[in-house]
């Protein structure tokens, strides 16, 4: 399958849920309020000292990192990306635009910013096969190293987790392959965190 292929079905995927649910937890598949905040909170370890930094947000859905962000007094310009339409909209009526903030429909970002992050974007493989998803999510990190000057960060669900709790739509990666694969990569500035209590693992790479 095309990576536009790709790309469209995982659109359809989150507009369904959105539609379901609307602009909440649920409505981008997360449990529930709690575990997306303690997800978007890993995040701060790589740019919370810096208030003033602009952050990238790959698959931002209706834009509540945002809300986590300027909560915790984060001041920088923020630039959230979507591929579903629907999720853009979505988090243009939230927050509106302008003064800091904008949104963009789409998968490559066209210009980068100090951070970039993304949270929950390469969990739901669908039908699409192991080796392919594992090929598309290096290519969504590459994307994430470029949009990222300063650094990046992603969360990845983690094959850490118990087998009789995983579910066969779903990703699960290694977590020391992925931390070797940054390592080789982007450089010796790579944290991984596996200690917060959900099935996944954060990757936390600052540019040297
Ligand atoms: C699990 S939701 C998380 C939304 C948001 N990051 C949050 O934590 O509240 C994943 C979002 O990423 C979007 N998405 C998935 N893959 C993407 C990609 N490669 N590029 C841009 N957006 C993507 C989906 O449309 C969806 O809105």
């Given at each position: 399958m095309s990576t536009e292929a790709l790309l469209q079905r995982v659109a359809r995927y989150y507009a369904g849920r959105l539609a379901e649910h609307g602009p909440t937890p649920r409505g981008v598949?997360?449990?529930?309020e709690e575990s997306q905040r303690l997800r978007h909170a890993q995040f701060l370890r790589l740019?919370?000292?810096?208030?003033e930094a602009s952050v990238l947000d790959l698959?931002?859905?209706?834009?509540d990192f945002l809300d986590f962000l300027r909560a915790q007094g984060h001041r920088g310009a923020y630039a959230g990306w979507d591929v579903a339409p629907e999720m853009i909209a979505a988090a243009r009526a939230r927050h509106g635009e302008g003064e800091g903030v904008c949104w963009h429909v789409g998968a490559t970002p066209d210009a980068p910013a100090d951070y970039a992050i993304a949270s929950g974007v390469l969990n739901v493989k669908g039908e699409t096969g192991e080796a392919e998803w594992a090929e598309y999510v290096l290519g969504v990190i590459e994307t994430l190293a470029q949009a990222g000057r300063r650094g990046f960060g992603f969360n990845l669900l983690s094959l850490s987790s118990d087998p009789e709790k995983r579910r066969p739509h779903l990703y699960y990666a290694d977590p020391a392959g992925m931390l070797r694969h940054c390592l080789d990569r982007?450089?010796?500035h790579v944290a991984l965190l596996q200690?917060?209590?959900?099935w996944e693992f954060t990757v936390l790479v600052r540019r040297g």
């Open positions: 598949d997360w449990n529930g740019l919370g000292g810096e208030p698959g931002c859905g209706y834009g982007y450089g010796r200690d917060y209590g959900l």
